[in-house]
């Protein structure tokens, strides 16, 4: 069974950072562009970052643009989100994704595989 599995989460006041990681297993990590999605309470699940095989192509919701970075390491199955300028706006649960095509989007309908969230809560 694939899995995917997000840590990193937690509460931080506003301006603060946080690293979110994803340990991917069971599938062939580097032939899939991975990414990240977010959902806050009563919206819509939203793409955050997205990047491919091997990091030549990444992007970014304009809202986190400048302040979010996206990497992976393929060596240890895993991609990361490193947030800065943290706002409450960005309180969400956030979660990792699979895309079933060689695309780097942010639509939900491009993603076969989700991991299980991690919270993120920005608030003084």
């Known amino acids: 069974q694939l899995q995917l599995v997000e840590s990193g989460g937690g509460l931080v006041q506003p301006g603060g950072s946080l690293r979110l990681s994803c340990d991917a297993s069971?599938?062939?990590?580097?032939?899939?562009?991975m990414g990240w999605f977010r959902q806050a309470p009563g919206k819509e699940r939203e793409g955050v970052s997205c990047?491919?095989?091997?990091?030549?192509?990444?992007r970014y919701a304009d809202s986190v643009k400048g302040r979010f970075t996206i990497s992976r390491d393929n060596a240890k199955n895993t991609v990361y989100l490193q947030m800065n300028s943290l706002k409450p706006d960005d309180t969400a649960l956030y979660y990792c994704?699979?895309?079933?095509?060689?695309?780097?989007?942010?639509?939900?309908?491009?993603?076969?595989?989700w991991g299980q969230g991690t919270q993120v809560t920005v608030s003084s």
């Open positions: 069971r599938f062939t990590f580097d032939n899939y562009v």
């Open positions: 990047i491919s095989f091997h990091g030549g192509i990444i």
């Open positions: 994704a699979r895309y079933r095509h060689n695309i780097c989007s942010n639509l939900v309908r491009d993603v076969d595989y």
